[in-house]
């Protein structure tokens, strides 16, 4: 395109100071009336190519429009999904901040809808019960707007890993919370079985109980974890997890439950995925077992640690 400069008018001018303006620069009211790329136009064009690291200047060339373009785009403006070259924008960049602060790593939020921005979409897809097709459309934007309460206000820089709990805390979210774990085979009952004795063992008024069917909650339960080790059933609509990323799982699944109560669920089933592919085969210990115990029972805690 061939550049936008001072003493310039018309519908183009006109687009570029109402994208200007959206963002927050001043245009004086008579440029805009006239649809004239005047010095205050020019004085704004400038602010946003210093605020967007680019190379100073007070005209709108190619680069500088798309620039300007990916800046306005805000969340729900479009379907975000991936392709070659990767859409950009700064709604791909709300995206990426909102996931991340959800517990749904995108990475670094760029602006730029890659192959980890895909995954973590498919993620929280999943543990909406959503179809996790990586696509992000209206359905999902709208569960993100759900959750609001939990991401605004917060720094959204990369991943927000909770970190291990102390005795202490644990004791005190196992004594005031209540939660049922059950399970789908044998090696997630095994594991299921030594969180509830890991959970007796750190309180003697633990609220944490197994149980042999989701549908038959206990009374007062504020969640129930399914634990499997296999893939979610295709058409399935439990919420799903999985616990290859311990550092971002206690936030998946707060936010989970918090997205499920949101929809109108009273008592939250949440599914977890144990890695695939473990059995007794020699691939799959007592160890592993413990080790899935201690992790998941501290994910649990800090989760609910309201």
């Not at 963002?23 to 605020?51: C, H, M, N, Q």
């Not at 700064?90 to 921005?117: K, M, P, W, Y």
């Not at 990586?134 to 707007?145: E, K, L, Q, S, Y």
Request: with cysteine; aromatic share 6%.
């Amino acid at each position: 395109m061939d550049p936008i400069r001072e003493g310039a008018s018309g519908a183009a001018v006109e687009d570029i100071q109402e994208r200007l303006a959206s963002l927050g620069y001043d245009i004086d009211a008579s440029e805009r009336e006239s649809k004239a790329f005047g010095p205050s136009t020019a004085s704004a064009v400038a602010k946003f190519r210093l605020d967007h690291g680019m190379q100073l200047g007070a005209e709108i060339d190619a680069a500088t429009w798309s620039e300007l373009v990916d800046a306005c785009y805000e969340l729900g403006d479009r379907t975000l999904y991936l392709r070659l070259p990767n859409l950009h924008g700064n709604d791909v960049r709300e995206l990426q901040q909102r996931l991340n602060i959800l517990g749904f790593s995108c990475g670094d939020a760029d602006g730029c809808f890659g192959v980890h921005t895909e995954a973590a979409v498919k993620q929280f897809q999943e543990s909406q019960g959503m179809l996790a097709d990586g696509m992000a459309f209206p359905d999902t934007f709208d569960a993100i707007d759900r959750l609001h309460h939990v991401w605004a206000g917060k720094p959204a820089a990369g991943p927000h890993p909770m970190g291990g709990m102390g005795f202490a805390r644990a004791a005190s979210v196992l004594d005031n919370v209540q939660i049922s774990i059950a399970a789908e085979d044998p090696i997630s009952r095994n594991v299921a079985g030594r969180i509830w004795n890991l959970a007796s063992a750190t309180s003697d008024k633990s609220g944490l109980d197994l149980i042999d069917n989701v549908d038959s909650p206990r009374e007062g339960d504020t969640a129930v974890i399914l634990l499997s080790t296999q893939p979610l059933p295709d058409g399935s609509k439990l919420a799903n997890l999985t616990a290859d990323d311990v550092d971002t799982l206690p936030a998946r699944l707060r936010t989970t439950c918090e997205s499920r109560r949101a929809a109108g669920s009273r008592v939250p089933v949440i599914r977890v995925e144990l890695p695939h592919g473990l059995g007794y085969d020699g691939t799959f210990t007592m160890g592993d077992a413990q080790t899935f115990a201690v992790m998941l029972l501290d994910a649990i805690c800090s989760a609910f640690d309201f």
